[in-house]
């Protein structure tokens, strides 16, 4: 089985934020970048999919930065086989980054390609969806169970209140949740070993697209809330406040 | 400007969701009075609710009927979005589980762009301009859609259904669903062993963190989370890590965003990932040991002490005020 997973570098989750003076784009100075958290979940699924298989190949593609090399070799150091990066300053718009990925994977020969659910940079949580519809294969997205046999897949997928179970044939695309698995850290030997592994680099130019970042803010500050009390003695008080101030009662 | 605008509802066993009433008031909000609000249900048969569509702000409601749509079916109902797509100027869904994976099918079919989990609309020069949280929350960004039509998915709760109106009326019009072919099946939707309210969705989030010690200890939320009616019980991640709570309850990034009227934190620290997930709640109150926690930062009302005095009694008096009514 060959298997595609795409990856996006994008910054630590708990790293600040700081806006740039574009007023639309954040500063990326002293910024740590990380592989894309849901994203990993694609790469722990290739990799078990690949172990229980015995044979085929799996490759890692994002579309990024020079500096989301790094990025894919910590999917090599995780027992990733080679990577490949799209290179380009990406764009706000998901089908431009999907019609690019697209382009490459479909030539790929892919059975599987895995995405992260979304990417908790830009949030859009689009580009999977899209590039199965641009390839024409079925898609199932937010999976957190899978089985596959005989080239069938049943997923499931959470929904509000209750659990999806969804079925398509291979090839297709999958967009990977929490839950689905749990990642494994980059070995010593890994690491070692994805120095090694192919890395290759293709520019890559998006299109214009349909989107325009207009700017970018800081979110409204929460006025400092009050202590109203300590202990249980509190609670007929904040009961009050949230009748009669708050009216979120 | 007046703008034809198409929403693209939801419903579950046979009947409209809540937050296909939101989407009919985010959609009037960008047609304007003078522009017009179609609204799109899918279902094997109409589903109830699609009646009081028009009392809540739709001019038409469009029905597509299909053996095959009793569930949500990905093919079948893209290219039923796809088919209409060319004939509006903006198409809004919403951004849950099934809305976030409708809109990127129903954007590349279409060729034009998506902005996914939106929370506030306006128009500039004529071009829809969506407000959106990145970074999960720790920005807005801002973004003009230039593509026809433009397409949004909005998030459950960020706008608020329109005022019941009588006297607006509309037939519900059957539209028919153009030919798809299904490759993805919903076979079934099983749901967990007690109906649990989504945390996005509900009116008011009960939160536990670590402060709870022990997984059973949920049990005070959930008792405070039934006292309140309309309640879900979020967690924190260290919770969910620690594998007290499922994933699908987990609040902040890499867990869900949510925007409940009233939002209570118990026993959690509040982790700037955390904020990030909850910070747009109108109430938030905090029950904490440590004064210092960041959680007090953010809440509105906090209350410092032991949660587990706390927490009983706020049901109890909860109880009370909601048997005054």
Redesign the interface.
């Known amino acids: 089985m060959k298997i595609a997973v795409c990856l996006k570098r994008v910054?630590d989750?708990?790293a600040?934020?700081t806006?740039g003076p574009d007023r639309r784009t954040?500063d990326e100075a002293g910024l740590k970048f990380v592989p894309n958290?849901?994203d990993e979940f694609a790469v722990e699924e290739a990799l078990a999919l690949k172990e229980k298989a015995g044979t085929g190949e799996t490759v890692v593609h994002a579309l990024g930065p020079d500096a989301a090399q790094e990025t894919l070799r910590t999917a090599l150091a995780m027992g990733i086989d080679r990577a490949v990066l799209l290179q380009s300053a990406g764009s706000?718009?998901?089908?431009?980054v999907?019609r690019a990925l697209a382009a490459e994977l479909g030539a790929g020969g892919y059975d599987l390609i895995l995405f992260g659910k979304l990417a908790?940079?830009?949030?859009?949580?689009?580009?999977?969806?899209?590039v199965?519809?641009?390839l024409g294969l079925?898609?199932?997205?937010?999976v957190?169970h899978l089985t596959m046999a005989d080239g069938a897949v049943?997923a499931?997928?959470?929904?509000?209140?209750?659990?999806?179970?969804?079925?398509?044939?291979l090839p297709a695309v999958l967009t990977c949740?929490?839950?689905l698995n749990n990642p494994r850290l980059p070995s010593l030997k890994g690491i070692m070993a994805a120095k090694k592994k192919p890395l290759e680099v293709k520019a890559v130019s998006l299109g214009a697209?349909?989107?325009?970042?207009?700017?970018?803010?800081?979110?409204a500050e929460?006025?400092?809330?009050?202590?109203?009390?300590?202990?249980?003695d509190?609670?007929?008080e904040?009961?009050r406040?949230?009748?009669i101030e708050?009216k979120?009662? | 400007m007046a703008l034809k605008v198409l929403a693209v509802l939801e419903a579950r066993d046979g009947a409209v969701r809540k937050v296909s009433y939101e989407l009919v008031a985010a959609a009037r909000e960008l047609a304007g009075a003078a522009g017009s609000v179609d609204a799109l249900v899918f279902g094997a048969q109409t589903p109830a609710g699609a009646e009081d569509l028009a009392a809540l702000g739709a001019d038409r409601v469009l029905s597509a009927g299909h053996p095959d749509f009793a569930?949500?079916n990905?093919?079948g109902f893209?290219a039923t979005v796809a088919s209409l797509g060319a004939g509006y100027a903006a198409i809004v869904f919403a951004a849950?589980?099934?809305g976030?994976?409708l809109?990127?099918?129903a954007?590349?079919?279409l060729?034009?762009?998506?902005?996914?989990?939106v929370v506030g609309l306006a128009l500039?020069d004529g071009a829809v301009?969506a407000t959106?949280?990145?970074?999960?929350?720790?920005?807005?960004?801002?973004?003009?859609?230039?593509?026809t039509p433009a397409l949004v998915s909005v998030r459950p709760n960020a706008f608020q259904p329109a005022a019941r109106d009588d006297a607006r009326t509309a037939a519900v019009e059957a539209l028919a669903v153009p030919a798809f072919e299904a490759?993805?099946?919903?076979?079934?939707?099983?749901?967990?062993e007690k109906?649990?309210?989504?945390v996005?969705?509900a009116s008011?989030v009960v939160s536990g963190g670590r402060g709870l010690k022990d997984p059973a200890n949920f049990k005070l939320l959930e008792e405070l989370a039934e006292a309140?009616g309309n309640t879900a019980v979020g967690a924190s991640r260290a919770v969910v890590d620690a594998g007290w709570r499922?994933?699908?309850a987990?609040v902040g990034?890499?867990?869900k965003t949510v925007s409940p009227?009233?939002y209570i934190a118990v026993g959690i620290s509040g982790?700037?990932?955390h904020l990030a997930g909850m910070?747009?709640a109108?109430?938030?109150?905090?029950i904490n040991r440590d004064?210092d926690a960041p959680i007090?930062?953010?809440?509105?009302?906090?209350?410092?002490?032991?949660l587990f005095?706390?927490v009983?009694?706020?049901t109890e008096?909860?109880r009370k005020?909601r048997s005054e009514r």
């Open positions: 910054p989750t708990v600040k934020i806006i954040i958290p849901y706000p718009d998901g089908l431009e999907a908790v940079d830009d949030a859009n949580q689009q580009v999977g969806p899209m199965a519809e641009l079925p898609c199932v997205s937010a957190v049943e499931e997928r959470e929904i509000e209140g209750g659990i999806e179970v969804v079925t398509c044939r949740d929490k839950g697209g349909s989107i325009e970042v207009l700017g970018l803010e800081y979110p929460r006025q400092a809330g009050r202590i109203v009390g300590e202990g249980a509190a609670v007929p904040l009961v406040l949230l009748r708050a979120a009662l | 569930r949500y990905p093919d893209a849950t589980a099934t976030k994976d809109a990127p099918r954007a590349a079919r060729g034009v762009g998506l902005a996914s989990d500039q301009v959106r949280p990145v970074y999960a929350g720790r920005a807005i960004q801002k973004v003009k859609l230039r593509g490759r993805i099946r919903v076979q079934a939707v099983k749901a967990p109906a649990a309210l989504d996005t969705e008011i309140l499922d994933h699908a987990q990034q890499t867990g009227g009233l982790a700037i990932q910070r747009t109108k109430t938030i109150v905090a004064k007090f930062k953010v809440a509105d009302y906090g209350i410092v002490g032991d005095e706390v009983p009694r706020l008096e909860i005020v």
